[in-house]
């Protein structure tokens, strides 16, 4: 007996002397999070090459909204589980699913197949993000946190820099399914790292997941998504699937709403929407991301499709926006101070739509430089 216990105390005190290595975990958490955010713009810039090959035009937007439905309504949920079992397993986890999704991606032979390869990866994405900036926030003081998230922001800009480049190179020389399976090292050295590097003490206790919440929620996003897609293009938009498919996501996003209000721990706390600053902040945040995202998303296909131009100069056109945009953000923290917020939010509102008006007039006849210039 007293032979097991001086063990066990053998056992914790060697568990204690392992010490987390902060720059080698920083440096796995970046790579973890430049797997997932390069993924929207070099598989948008990879999409007219899948088409081609795979065929059915009209599945176009599910490979983009089954990946962003999954990451978005799991977020909260693999939050709520490192809580409970650590972050280092978790986040291993997370990404495994998401480098299953991926080689299920590259090996799609049909549109639907790779629809639902993308959920796959969606499913494991929501781990990566919250999880790997939670590690940060877990290892380092509230005074080393700023520096660092600094570099945790770069990695939205090289991999928004780095994806469209990449994307375009792949399709022209190699095969659009090199632009999934090129996750597969990437995240097989993020776990390596994870495990090597980070060393973490859970504390023992049982949150309560809202798994109602994130299923009622799930309901009602993917059934009017199923309608902004399908609507006029598989059924009418007075058909009797699409009316009923609309009904479901009412009543399940009502039924989502009251039961947030009465959940001990609400995946989305209806509180916070009383803000007015939080309330105006995401509704522009909503608005901005919708017409950022339907950009990116047909601007490649608009010029391999119509303008008839290569995949690498369907990359580029992307990758001027990603330049243009720290610009713009270095540009607008000097006019908050001479400004104010609000001006300075209101001029950028007025550029996006300005430019959004000039992609509406494009024409198949017009030169890949406008859309570069125009995209900056």
């Known amino acids: 007996?007293?032979?097991?216990?001086?063990?066990?105390?053998?056992?914790?005190?060697?568990?204690k002397s392992k010490k987390t290595n902060r720059p080698l975990v920083l440096v796995t958490v970046m790579l973890a999070m430049f797997m997932a955010a390069i993924e929207a713009t070099i598989v948008a810039t990879a999409m007219p090459a899948i088409v081609a090959e795979l065929g059915d035009f009209s599945l176009y937007s599910w490979v983009f909204s089954s990946y962003l439905l999954m990451n978005a309504v799991t977020?909260?949920?693999?939050?709520?589980?490192?809580?409970?079992?650590?972050?280092?397993?978790?986040?291993?986890?997370?990404?495994?699913i998401f480098l299953i999704g991926s080689i299920i991606c590259g090996l799609a032979s049909t549109m639907e197949w790779l629809i639902f390869a993308r959920f796959v990866q969606g499913f494991g994405a929501g781990a990566v993000m919250p999880i790997a900036s939670t590690i940060v926030g877990d290892i380092y003081t509230k005074e080393e946190r700023?520096?660092?998230?600094g570099y945790l922001s770069s990695v939205w800009g090289i991999s928004a820099i780095l994806g469209p480049a990449i994307g375009g190179l792949l399709v022209e020389f190699v095969s659009w399914r090199f632009v999934f399976w090129i996750n597969v090292p990437l995240g097989i050295l993020a776990i390596i790292g994870l495990f090597m590097y980070l060393h973490e003490n859970i504390d023992k206790k049982k949150p309560k997941i809202d798994y109602i919440g994130a299923v009622l929620l799930t309901l009602s996003v993917t059934s009017i998504m199923f309608i902004l897609v399908e609507g006029g293009v598989r059924f009418e938009w007075l058909s009797i699937p699409i009316l009923l498919l609309g009904c479901l996501s009412i009543f399940s996003f009502i039924a989502f709403v009251l039961y947030e209000r009465k959940a001990e721990e609400p995946m989305m706390p209806f509180e916070l929407w009383n803000e007015r600053s939080i309330l105006i902040a995401n509704l522009t945040s909503l608005t901005t991301g919708v017409l950022l995202i339907g950009l990116s998303t047909f601007l490649p296909t608009f010029v391999q499709g119509v303008m008839e131009e290569k995949a690498i100069v369907a990359g580029f056109t992307l990758t001027t926006m990603?330049?243009?945009?720290?610009?713009?953000?270095?540009?607008?923290?000097?006019?908050?101070l001479t400004?104010?917020?609000?001006?300075?939010?209101?001029?950028?509102?007025?550029?996006l739509v300005c430019g959004s008006i000039v992609f509406i007039m494009l024409s198949a006849n017009d030169s890949a430089l406008l859309l570069l210039l125009v995209h900056l």
């Not at 216990?5 to 568990?15: F, S």
């Not at 490192?82 to 986890?93: E, H, K, N």
Request: net charge positive.
């Open 1 to 15: 007996m007293g032979q097991a216990i001086t063990q066990k105390r053998l056992m914790v005190q060697k568990d």
């Open 339 to 351: 400004i104010g917020f609000r001006t300075t939010s209101i001029l950028g509102g007025i550029a």
């Open 146 to 149: 700023a520096k660092i998230q």
């Open 322 to 336: 990603s330049i243009g945009w720290p610009i713009a953000a270095m540009i607008s923290g000097r006019a908050i």
């Open 75 to 96: 977020v909260l949920i693999y939050g709520k589980l490192s809580d409970l079992f650590g972050r280092r397993p978790v986040l291993a986890i997370g990404i495994i």
